[in-house]
């Protein structure tokens, strides 16, 4: 199999739920006390203006800004407190390192908060490219973000790991084969369109893959 790998982040690499549900939720009592129903119960993962959106409902999309920016502000302040790696990420960014792996990331996350976790779990030497959806003067979806990295040969022939639903079409689009990581956040999504690869249920077992 390939030796080069794409990775999402949130759900992938990093556990980031109580954080960003926290927020959410929070936010949503401020701004649409009767949707934090929907907060609580949204999906981790899409671009944070559509998750928003999809939060406030039709009757409170003049407060999707306001809902944007406080966002950012408190999820800022609080991502590196309540985000952790999933188990056994380390060791195996480690190994796949060692290994001669080429690796890279594409997440929805904007790019303040992913390069200030990446720093803190001193994954920098890891990853040749690091794509967020803030990371250029345009927002870009994950189809994009995934065409950028693979304008460089050492990605010619990558496979992604992802999440969630979104993760797995944006690779088909790209002819990359999919591996879902089912310990995500998109466990309980319809996955019937979705061509997947190979199926994992600990990030470890990415070893076998790209390793035998």
């Known amino acids: ?54 939060i ?68 920098q030497e890891y990853f040749t490219y690091i794509e967020c959806s803030d990371s250029q003067n345009q927002i870009r979806n994950k189809d994009e973000m995934i065409q950028e990295i693979l304008k460089h040969n050492d990605f010619n022939n990558a496979f992604f790991v992802g999440d969630t639903v979104n993760d797995g079409l944006s690779a088909n689009l790209n002819q990359l084969p999919f591996i879902f990581a089912r310990y995500g956040y998109g466990r309980d999504q319809d996955w019937s369109k979705v061509n997947v690869k190979k199926d994992i249920q600990n990030f470890s077992e990415i070893l076998n893959l790209i390793l035998t």
């Open 56 to 123: 406030l409902g039709p009757n409170h999309q003049s407060q999707l800004d306001e809902f944007v920016k406080l966002f950012i502000e408190m999820h800022d302040e609080h991502a590196i407190k309540n985000t952790q790696p999933y188990s056994k990420v380390n060791e195996t960014l480690k190994k796949l390192s060692s290994k001669g792996v080429s690796m890279a990331v594409a997440t929805n996350k904007r790019y303040t908060p992913t390069i200030k976790l990446i720093n803190h779990f001193n994954w």
């Open 1 to 54: 199999m390939s030796k080069a790998i794409i990775f999402d982040f949130d759900g992938t690499l990093v556990d980031s739920e109580i954080t960003i549900y926290q927020c959410f939720q929070s936010i949503t009592n401020y701004l649409a006390p009767e949707r934090v129903d929907y907060a609580k119960n949204i999906l981790i993962g899409p671009p944070l203006r559509d998750t928003a959106s999809e």
